[in-house]
């Protein structure tokens, strides 16, 4: 069974995505191709379709814009490409490896600039004189072969906060991996997974584990060769180092020595599904490709890493996944941490297409295995008889609605008025309430009155439990992402009392 992507290609809100197989007229931002949008306006019954950035969703990051139709003469196509040039990095990958093979080789005169987050050979230390330095003792090799700890987590909000798997959480989908058989790892946008991996293997308590990166974050050419690391955009399937760096990956995916392979990506959690799946859905295509006969029945074994209210959505693009209730738990993110640490619970989780009974939540960390279920639950997911099934996606114990018929969050009531359970303080179908409406955003009416009400929503099906606390995805590029802001605000101040 091929791994395809479903559905309709609408993502965000009031705007789009129009995934168009093999666009070749997509002009390039520094990026790489741009994706193609379509702005809907309210009362039109057509919108206007424009080139913006795949990775970035900060305009002050990446500004480009280009309206489908629009005539760019010769002039602005050079200055474009010229900007484009002038913000590649400093050195190519051959470069820095060639660099850091020569720092590799001192005994002494290790230096990194954490200003300029660059390995310094000695002849460059004069132009960081005053910038902060890490020295020989914080440059061993054993720290050098754990760039994450050296490099500054990027912390851009909106494209690429760059979350670090705690050690927990990072050791847990090794150990998982190791005993399911997998010896070949596809690091997408997890670093630190791809570190640990050649850690252990320095170790060699355990059976060798081949990996290969692909991070947009080009940092991490300074520490890894050409065919551990591809610098590569996750959001349009990129190779910045061309056809050679997409070689690298055909290679990994395809090398016969009877290795199982599995992909890992945590992508950046503003990022936009379809477009994360669409890419996904190529690098699984290839590895098919290059499989022998009885292996291309399968679907390339993948985890996905993102938050739960996610679900319906990466289900929509792979519905042989699952998501499993393991919390993900990062380094540097001051609420995503595990519940039984006494602070919030992660909200991220696995979405797999592996066998959820194969992947043992660990009894220590409180996850049991629900029989019924057949798969392991966190233990405040109880089993609800009525419904069949562990109902709980965010952590909290679920309860069973008898009106509903289905189990809802803990903090809902239900409401009579709009006969289903909601949060107590909601505003009433025949309430204005600060909601407006539901579809479109707009705050003078509510969504059962909406005149874009067939045009918006996916499939028109009723916003599931775990849709309704979606985070808004999509570019800022259009008024309607400016009114979705203030109805989300609204929204808020509303939920405030969750
Ligand atoms: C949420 S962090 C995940 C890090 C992971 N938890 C780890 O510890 O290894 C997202 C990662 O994706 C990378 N990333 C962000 N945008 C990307 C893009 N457009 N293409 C490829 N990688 C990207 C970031 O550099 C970062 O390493
Ligand atoms: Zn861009
Ligand atoms: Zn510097
Ligand atoms: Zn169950
Ligand atoms: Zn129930
Ligand atoms: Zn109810
Ligand atoms: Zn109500």
Known sequence: MDVQIKGSDKDGFGIEIVLQEGDKKAPYCVHGPTLLFEKVCIGEE????????????????????????EKVSEARLLAREEENRSKLPKFTHQEYCSRFQKILALSQGRRFCQDCQLLLLPGEWDGHASHNMLQD???????????????KPLENKKSNAQYLFADRSCHFLLDTFAKRGYRKVLCVGTPRLHELIKQRNQEGKRDPVKSLLLDIDFRYAQFYSSDEFCHYNMFNHHFFGGEAANGVLQAFLGEEDGSKLIMVSDPPFGG??????????QIAATWKKLQATEASVAEMPMVWIFPYFFEPRILECFPSFTMLDYQVDYDNH?????????????????????????????????YRFCKVC?????????????????PSKDGRAWKHCSECRKCVKPSWRHCQTCGRCALPDHPCLDSPGLEGCF????????????????????????????????????????????????????????????
């Open 334 to 366: 001051p609420l995503y941490k595990h519940g039984k640490t006494g602070r919030k619970q992660s909200p991220v989780r696995l979405f797999t297409n592996l066998t959820p009974q194969d992947i043992i939540l660990p009894k220590e960390e409180g």
């Open 439 to 498: 579809n479109c955003g707009s705050l003078k009416h509510k969504r059962r009155v909406c005149p874009l009400k067939h045009r918006l929503r996916t499939n028109n099906k009723p916003r599931s439990q775990g849709a309704r606390d979606l985070p808004r995805q999509g570019p800022n590029h259009s008024k309607l992402e400016k009114k979705s802001k203030a109805r989300r605000r609204a929204k808020r101040s509303n939920q405030s009392a969750k």
């Open 272 to 281: 936009l599904v379809k477009p994360l799946a669409h890419s996904f859905s």
């Open 46 to 69: 057509k919108g206007r379709r424009f080139y913006a950035c795949s990775a970035c969703r900060d305009r002050k990051e990446c500004a480009f814009f280009q309206w489908e139709d």
């Open 374 to 390: 057949v798969r392991y639950v966190w233990s405040e997911n109880t089993h609800c008889y009525k419904c069949n099934t562990c």
């Open 137 to 151: 003792d914080d440059l061993t090799e054993a720290q050098l072969s754990r760039p994450s700890l050296i490099l």
